[in-house]
């Protein structure tokens, strides 16, 4: 029999898991659950491992993976909705891409593609200045790119790896100052410190989130961080 604290979270990771397509940072545990301290959730989540509730994937981070639920709970349907709600699920593009195209014509191929000015690495993990190097650029797919001005950034770092965006990966942004909450954006923070996150906005804070619970969430005030642009397609070479 699990506990009422269990219970919660290991719906909540469930309902997660569901319409995101990850599983929860420890922040976000939490804040669920209204707990004062991490720890408490680490408690949690290693009673429901023992008793066959929960798993944790090994060398991979915010990979928890819900074996079964009580028997009182029906499993809800994941929806396509709330996971795009809710969540960035990147569209990953091999490098090379035009050269794949079956049954293409060099000509198909070139009109295919985009090049996207390169501005430089961006952190995924702890913020640095974006580079703006005005001379690199990247070829993006044209069906990757919707309305609007984009760019391209080189990804630094592991906070957003439980969003799919790793170390090395080429993101594209879509310019503009206003995104959903939610949205993966490039955030410009106190003027001179450019960082990939999650936005949530949380009364009259804004919170950059990471993907990786290694990383804290991190609370400004909204005349402190200026959005960039949202991310909206990801390249990605082996």
Excluded: C, W
């Excluded at 891409?97 to 198909?108: C, I, T």
């Excluded at 070139?110 to 990247?138: C, F, K, M, N, W």
């Amino acid at each position: 029999m699990l506990t009422r604290k269990q219970h919660e979270l290991l719906i909540f990771i469930d309902n997660h898991l569901r319409s995101t397509g990850f599983s929860p940072s420890f922040e976000e545990m939490k804040e669920a659950l209204q707990l004062k301290s991490k720890s408490g959730i680490h408690r949690l989540i290693t009673a429901l491992e023992e008793r066959g509730f929960l798993r944790r994937r090994a060398h991979r981070a915010r990979a928890l993976e819900v074996l079964r639920l009580p028997e009182s709970v029906a499993p809800a349907p994941r929806t396509d909705t709330a996971r795009a709600a809710t969540a960035f699920a990147p569209n990953v593009i091999r490098g090379n891409f035009a050269s794949n195209l079956p049954g293409a014509s060099r000509n198909a191929q070139d009109a295919a593609a985009v090049h996207l000015p390169l501005y430089g690495r961006i952190a995924a993990g702890q913020p640095i200045e974006a580079l703006r190097d005005q001379g690199s650029t990247v070829e993006v797919p044209a069906a990757l790119l919707g309305g609007g001005d984009h760019y391209a950034l080189e990804v630094a770092g592991d906070s957003m790896e439980g969003a799919g965006i790793l170390d090395g990966d080429t993101v594209i942004i879509r310019r503009g100052d206003i995104a959903d909450n939610g949205s993966v954006v490039v955030a410009l923070v106190d003027e001179n410190e450019v960082t990939l996150k999650r936005l949530r906005r949380k009364g009259n804070s804004i919170a950059l989130e990471a993907a990786n619970p290694r990383y804290e969430t991190r609370i400004f005030g909204p005349d402190r961080v200026k959005v960039q642009g949202r991310l909206v397609g990801l390249l990605r070479r082996y």
